[in-house]
C-alpha cells in the first residue's frame, strides 16, 4: 500500500492544518484544505502566502517553487473524495467521531483517514467506524513545516500496513516518524511528563529557586528550563495535560498534578500569557548572583571511580592519586567526600561532604549540596557550583533518571522502541540527547540506585523503577 501520489483532503485551516496542507504541498501532492468556518481556508491560504513570500525573500525557497504549492491548495467549501484525509480540528471526541462518520461516507473504501490528534486514543476515536483499520493517527508537531517528528500512531484496529503507509509517507515528506502504540500522551507528551513533574516536586519541596533549576538544565544542554517552558506553554494548558494524562493512566502516581501549579492556575498566573508565571514578564527570569567559591589549599586529594566525571576531575588535577575500585565517583580532599550525587543525601555520608549533580556540560551551573567550601571544588570541571535543600538527586540526575526510566516504561509497554524513544525526544521537544542515549552514557545500575533512593525518601509509586531497567 503507497500513498505517495495521493490527492490529500486536510480538515481543518488552523495553524496546524495550514503547516499539514504546505508540507503535503511542497511534497507534490493535491491538497484540499476544508474548514467549517466560513471563509477559514482562504485565510489560511493567504496566510501562507506570505510566509511562502517571506521564504522567498530570504533565499530559502524560489519563486517559482512558492508559487507551485501554492497552486496545488486549494480551499473548498465541501470536500471532494481524496486517497488521504488528516484531520486537525479542535480536540473534543465527539466532534472527531462525526467528522470521521462524514468521511467515511464521503471517500472511497481504501481511502486512509489520519488523525493530528496530540491526547485523545486513537482507539477510542475509531469506534463506531465502518473500517475502523484505516484510522491512524499522525501527529504533527508545532510549527509543522519546521518541526521534523511525525508519530504514527496504531489504535487497536489499525490495519498495520495503514500505519506503514502513513510512515512511509511522512519519510518522503521530509519528516523523522516513529511508531507509536495509541496509549495516554503516545511518545513524546508522555516520555516529557518528568521534566515539568520533577521540577515542580523541587519546588514544593522548597529545594531550589525557579530560575536556579532552569539555569542547571539549560547547562545540562535544554534549550529552556522547566520552569521558563511551562510559562511559555501556559499553566493552563500545562497543568491540563497533566491532569489528562493522570486520569488517563487510572490515576498512576507517577502522574499526580502538582499542587503548585494548581495553586499558579488558580492566582491566574499563567506565564507570558497572563505577564506572569514562575516570573514577571516582559523581565522573565531574574539573573543568578556571582558565585565565590575560594578552594581551600589541600595535602591529599584522590579522584574515585571510574566514567566521565572522574576522568574529567583526573584531567585537571594529574597530580592526584586515582582509586578505580569502590561504589562512588569524585574527589576526596583531605578526606572530605565529594561525590557525585546517586541518591544519597550529603547528610548520609561522611562529616564535611557535598554531593554534586550530574555534569552533563563542560561549563555552566551545577548543583551541590552539603559542604560549601568541598563543593568548591567543581570549579576545576569548568562548572559553577550552586547550592540547593540537600535532596536525592539534585535537580539533573533526577530529571534525566525519571525521563529515562518513563521511556523504559514506554517500551516494556509496547508503545515505541528505544530508537522512536530517542528520535521522538530530540525532534519533538529538542531535547539535547534521547532517554536511551543518556542511558548508554551513565550507568543503568546507578540509575535505578538513584531511583530506588529516591522512591526510599519520598515512599508512593512516583519513583518506582521500570521493570525495562530491572
Not at 159 to 172: H, K, N, S
Not at 236 to 252: H, L, Q, Y
Not at 263 to 268: H, K, P, Q, R
Not at 354 to 372: C, K, T, W
Amino acid at each position: 500500500m503507497t500513498l505517495n501520489d495521493s490527492r490529500i483532503l486536510v480538515v481543518g485551516a488552523g495553524l496546524m492544518g495550514a503547516g499539514i496542507a504546505q508540507v503535503a504541498a511542497q511534497a507534490g501532492h493535491a491538497v484540499q484544505l476544508y474548514d467549517s468556518r466560513a471563509g477559514a481556508a482562504e485565510a489560511a491560504k493567504a496566510k501562507l502566502a506570505q510566509t511562502l513570500d517571506g521564504l522567498v525573500a530570504k533565499g530559502r525557497l524560489t519563486a517559482d517553487a512558492a508559487a507551485a504549492t501554492l497552486a496545488r491548495i486549494t480551499p473548498v467549501d465541501a470536500p471532494a473524495p481524496a486517497e488521504l484525509a488528516i484531520e486537525a480540528i479542535v480536540e473534543n471526541l465527539d466532534l472527531k467521531r462525526a467528522l470521521f462518520a462524514e468521511l467515511e461516507a464521503l471517500l472511497p473504501p481504501e481511502a486512509v483517514i489520519a488523525t493530528n490528534t496530540s491526547s485523545i486514543s486513537v482507539t477510542a476515536l475509531a469506534r463506531g467506524m465502518q473500517k475502523p483499520e484505516r484510522l491512524v493517527g499522525m501527529h504533527f508537531f508545532n510549527p509543522v513545516p519546521l518541526m521534523k517528528l511525525v508519530e504514527v500512531v496504531s489504535g487497536l484496529g489499525t490495519a498495520p500496513e495503514v500505519a506503514q503507509a502513513v510512515f512511509d509517507l511522512a519519510t518522503r515528506w521530509g519528516k523523522t516518524a516513529v511508531h507509536a502504540r495509541s496509549t495516554p500522551g503516545f511518545i513524546v507528551n508522555r516520555i516529557a511528563r518528568p521534566y515539568y513533574a520533577e521540577a515542580l516536586m523541587l519546588l514544593q519541596d522548597r529545594a531550589a529557586a525557579p530560575e536556579l533549576i532552569d539555569a542547571c538544565l539549560r547547562a545540562a544542554g535544554f534549550r529552556m528550563g522547566p520552569c521558563e517552558l511551562m510559562d511559555l506553554i501556559g499553566h493552563d494548558t500545562n497543568f491540563a495535560v497533566t491532569n489528562s494524562v493522570f486520569a488517563a493512566n487510572f490515576f498512576d502516581r507517577r502522574f499526580t498534578p502538582s499542587l503548585v501549579q494548581q495553586e499558579l492556575v488558580d492566582a491566574g498566573f499563567l506565564g507570558r500569557k497572563s505577564g506572569r508565571g514562575f516570573y514577571r514578564y516582559p523581565d522573565g527570569a531574574p539573573a543568578l548572583p556571582a558565585v565565590n567559591l575560594p578552594r581551600p589549599a589541600a595535602a591529599q586529594i584522590v579522584v574515585h571511580g571510574r566514567g566521565p566525571a572522574a576522568e574529567r576531575f583526573a584531567a585537571a588535577l594529574p597530580e592526584a592519586v586515582r582509586e578505580l575500585d569502590g561504589d562512588w565517583i569524585g574527589l576526596s580532599v583531605d578526606g572530605r567526600q565529594l561525590r557525585l550525587t546517586d541518591g544519597r543525601r550529603a547528610a548520609e555520608l561522611a562529616r564535611g561532604a557535598a554531593v554534586f549533580d550530574l555534569p552533563l556540560a563542560a561549563s555552566g551551573d551545577i548543583a551541590y549540596a552539603g559542604d560549601a567550601a568541598t563543593a568548591s571544588w567543581l570549579t576545576l570541571l569548568g562548572l559553577t557550583p550552586r547550592a540547593v535543600a540537600d535532596v536525592p538527586g539534585l535537580i539533573v540526575a533526577r530529571t534525566i533518571a525519571m525521563l529515562i526510566n518513563e521511556a523504559a516504561d514506554a517500551v516494556q509497554q509496547g508503545v515505541c522502541d528505544e530508537a522512536g524513544a530517542d528520535a521522538a525526544m530530540k525532534l519533538g521537544v529538542n531535547y539535547p540527547a534521547g532517554p536511551f542515549e543518556w542511558l548508554a552514557r551513565w550507568d543503568r545500575r546507578a540509575v535505578v540506585a538513584l531511583l530506588d533512593r529516591l522512591d526510599q525518601h519520598h515512599r508512593g509509586e512516583r519513583y518506582r523503577v521500570s521493570p525495562y531497567l530491572k
